[in-house]
């Protein structure tokens, strides 16, 4: 089953906000494909996206930020306003949320299922979710795979 339309992905990949991606996957040494998957998962790679959760909390920018980051990341100059309107300071939040929960799980796919749910959410959705990004990320690894051997 293919994923993602040729056109929806060429229209994100040949836009400024690759660069942000590759850039906050360099800083952050984590496979750019893999960013681009949960940012597609997330929010269909939606600069501006918005979720406003059950217990109230904001779920912000294409890679949904809880806003429970907000204090943490207030030390390096990003607010809420700043997630919504600059791609690469939600890209390199994302990047950094990522590694840090691959890093206490010591596992790509562990830290990808901390990265939505935190490390005591539902299995069920946890499982979900991985699968959901696993699927996005091999999609967007064979085309890369195609796209240099052409």
């Known amino acids: 089953m293919r994923i993602l ?23 952050y040494r984590v496979d750019k494909n893999l960013l681009l998957a949960i940012a597609y998962i997330e929010s269909r790679w939606k600069p501006n996206a918005i979720n406003v959760n ?6 912000l920018c294409a890679f949904q930020i809880n806003d429970f980051h907000l204090p943490e990341i207030a030390a390096f100059g990003i607010d809420r306003n700043r997630l919504l309107t600059d791609l690469c300071a939600c890209a390199y939040v994302g990047a950094w949320i990522l590694t840090t929960e691959i890093r ?31 699927r996005v990320y091999d999609e967007l690894t064979k085309r890369a795979a195609d796209a240099g051997s052409r």
Request: net charge positive; charged share 20%.
């Open 5 to 27: 339309s040729a056109i929806v992905l060429s229209l994100f990949t040949t836009t400024p906000a690759l660069a942000c991606y590759e850039q906050a996957a360099k800083a």
């Open 54 to 59: 059950k217990n109230g909390s904001e779920d």
């Open 104 to 134: 206490r799980e010591n596992s790509v796919w562990a830290g990808v299922a901390n990265y939505h749910t935190g490390p005591k959410g539902n299995r069920e959705r946890r499982a979900w979710y991985v699968g959901n990004v696993q």
